[in-house]
């Protein structure tokens, strides 16, 4: 066999893998049964006529062989009537919208796409664990821009130095807020100044709370002249592990996209294809209802602890925790499971992400014993 690649060597431990390890283990121990809030993984699937969709084209005799390598039209025709509709985008289905297997490979495959060996790519910290895969494999430097608790978690991209392609992901995950007034016209600034794209990770973009409403990065004048966004099926409509995204926005970097897609996949199955122009196209209630329970349970953790949360979209919020508790004592003595604010990159240290997408039982038990666990260490 031979050596093996230092592309793969590049690659930071998988922080999921390594948290759900850690969780295992500790729910298999004496105890009540643990509250895992580590994961962000949807606890409701999509509404009926979505797998119903996905059903009735599977059955059919004619779609089992390959999709269009580049999707079929009617789904990128469907994305663009939401952006149209919903965050007043206008977008070209053909030039302008790229179908891919989920965000997740978005996410490495733009560093692919924006960056060359020795290239830089900036991330905001606290970032999603998961954004410095592409720039490994990619054999880009990694640099961060911190996000600023006391500005509402924005970066400052004035001060930002260039780069190849600069990560930003609102609502936030981990920080749980959304853009900040002012964010997207300055990554477009950036992006002008420095000659870098602008990535902006929307899978949150429909999660928002407190009569918000959906923002998207392309939206901002002269956002599809630099950069462009990820938006996933996962969120709004429950489709996680469906394996069904776009990237959007900038042709040049749409075109770079299908490129990739073009060598290293054939299409994406037609039958999810159906089911993903059935949930952008058909009823759009089950997106307020998810949305409302995930506000619920984000109301009954805040009232139960002391210090606020920062809560004001996606399905997390992100806590401080006080001096004294942390993530692994949450873990270890009280039975919750918490995702550790340090995974997020340097500015996570002293903060944790808890998901709301559990039951409303659980958020109950946890809540108690979150209350329980900061009213321990303040005595």
């Not at 999509?46 to 779609?63: C, G, N, Q, T």
């Not at 329970?293 to 805040?302: K, N, Q, S, V, W």
């Amino acid at each position: 066999m031979g050596r093996r690649p230092k592309r793969l060597d590049r690659l930071p431990q998988q922080y999921f893998v390594a948290l759900l390890g850690r969780v295992a283990a500790a729910a298999a121990k004496d105890g009540p049964p643990l509250v895992d809030l580590g994961r962000g993984n949807p606890e409701l699937g999509p509404p009926p006529h979505v797998a119903e969709a996905l059903a009735a084209s599977a059955a059919r005799p004619d779609v089992h062989g390959y999709a269009p390598i580049r999707g079929l039209a009617h789904t990128k025709e469907a994305l663009a009537a939401r952006y149209r509709d919903v965050y007043g985008v206008d977008l070209d289905p053909e030039r302008e919208i790229a179908l891919i297997p989920g965000t997740k490979t978005g996410i490495v495959e733009l560093a692919l796409a924006l960056a060359d060996e020795g290239d830089t790519i900036l991330l905001p910290d606290p970032y999603y664990p998961d954004y410095p895969s592409g720039p490994a494999l990619a054999g880009a430097r990694l640099e961060t821009v911190p996000l600023r608790p006391d500005e509402g978690w924005s970066p400052d991209l004035d001060a930002a130095p260039a780069a190849a392609a600069l990560y930003l992901n609102y609502p936030s995950n981990p920080c749980a807020v959304c853009a900040p007034p002012g964010t997207f016209a300055s990554a477009v600034r950036w992006a002008e100044r420095t000659g870098g794209a602008v990535v902006h990770d929307a899978a949150y973009i429909d999660i928002v709370f407190d009569g918000r409403a959906p923002q998207s990065f392309l939206a901002t004048p002269g956002a599809k002249n630099v950069g462009v966004e990820m938006w996933s099926m996962s969120k709004t409509y429950g489709m996680a592990g469906w394996r069904i995204g776009f990237v959007a926005g900038n042709a040049e970097i749409v075109e770079r996209i299908n490129t990739l897609n073009d060598h290293a996949r054939v299409g994406i199955f037609e039958p999810l294809q159906r089911a993903a122009i059935a949930a952008l196209e058909g009823p759009q209630d089950s997106v307020a209802a998810r949305v409302a329970g995930y506000e619920r349970r984000r109301d009954t953790l805040a009232a139960a602890l002391p210090e606020p949360v920062v809560c004001e979209g996606t399905f997390f919020v992100w806590l401080r925790l006080p001096e004294g508790l942390s993530a692994e004592t949450l873990l270890e003595e009280h039975r919750v499971a918490v995702a550790p604010g340090e995974g997020f990159g340097p500015s996570g240290a002293g903060w944790a992400r808890l998901s709301l997408a559990v039951s409303d039982e659980a958020i109950e038990t946890a809540a108690a014993r979150l209350a329980h666990a900061f009213a321990a260490v303040a005595a």
